[in-house]
């Protein structure tokens, strides 16, 4: 009921391609779902969350989908760049401040 | 950059001894959470503090222990290593209201133990 499955392991997507990330959980009293960007020997880094009461966000090339239904959340990558080139993790909140994380997703973006 | 910051970068320490982690807080920032992150692996919870109190803790030992200063500055320290702790330390500093909501956790870089 604690865990955040997230899909695909790794990806490779061309230079201008879309990437997609997907993640999925159980316990419906999660209420905060953040993606986290992690560069090799850094800390993640925050790129966009969402909370269930809407179904999709966008910043800049990053839209986050979120199903609550489904109980499924998924991070786009439009015109993907060799920089975005990264382990990407998506995360989900039980409450405050505890973040639980998927197993992450390592991406290569080929130019 | 989040304004976060760790000491030691790296760490290499024996199995059976002490060690003391450091974090200091994004200005502000009243809440830290402290995360350990196998090779591989996405971050697991170990424990926050909230206004120097702990504020929820992970499945974690308790040779993981931990403190927050007034200055919300932060350390957590691991008793009696095993090699298993051989990992990635992070700390996340927040706004938090210690009630129950979520509030955006920003990263430092992490602190690199090795423990032989």
């Known amino acids: 009921q604690q865990q955040v499955k997230q899909s695909p392991q790794s990806l490779i997507v061309q230079k201008g391609g879309i990437s997609i990330i997907n993640c999925a959980y159980e316990?419906?009293?999660?209420?905060?779902f953040p993606w986290y960007q992690q560069f090799p020997g850094k800390g993640p880094a925050l790129l966009i969350a969402i909370r269930p009461d809407v179904s999709e966000k966008k910043e800049g090339r990053f839209t986050i989908s979120f199903n609550k239904s489904a109980k499924q959340f998924s991070l786009h990558i439009m015109d993907s760049q060799p920089g975005d080139s990264a382990t990407y993790f998506c995360a989900a909140s039980p409450e405050g401040g505890k973040l639980i994380f998927g197993q992450g997703t390592e991406l290569s973006v080929k130019p | 950059e989040t304004g976060v910051t760790q000491s030691p970068t790296h760490l290499i320490k024996t199995r059976g001894q002490q060690v003391t982690l450091r974090c200091s807080s994004q200005?502000?920032?009243?809440?830290v959470s402290w995360y350990q992150q196998a090779l591989g692996q996405g971050p697991q919870f170990i424990f926050q503090y909230y206004r120097e109190e702990e504020n929820g803790r992970g499945n974690f030992p308790p040779r993981f222990s931990g403190l927050q200063f007034p200055n919300y500055s932060s350390e957590l320290n691991v008793n009696a290593l095993e090699l298993d702790d051989s990992a990635l330390y992070l700390c996340?500093?927040?706004?938090?209201?210690?009630?129950?909501?979520?509030?955006?956790?920003?990263f430092g870089p992490g602190t690199r133990l090795t423990v032989l």
């Open positions: 316990n419906t009293a999660f209420d905060y």
């Open positions: 200005s502000g920032h009243n809440t």
């Open positions: 996340a500093s927040s706004l938090g209201s210690g009630r129950g909501s979520t509030d955006t956790q920003y």
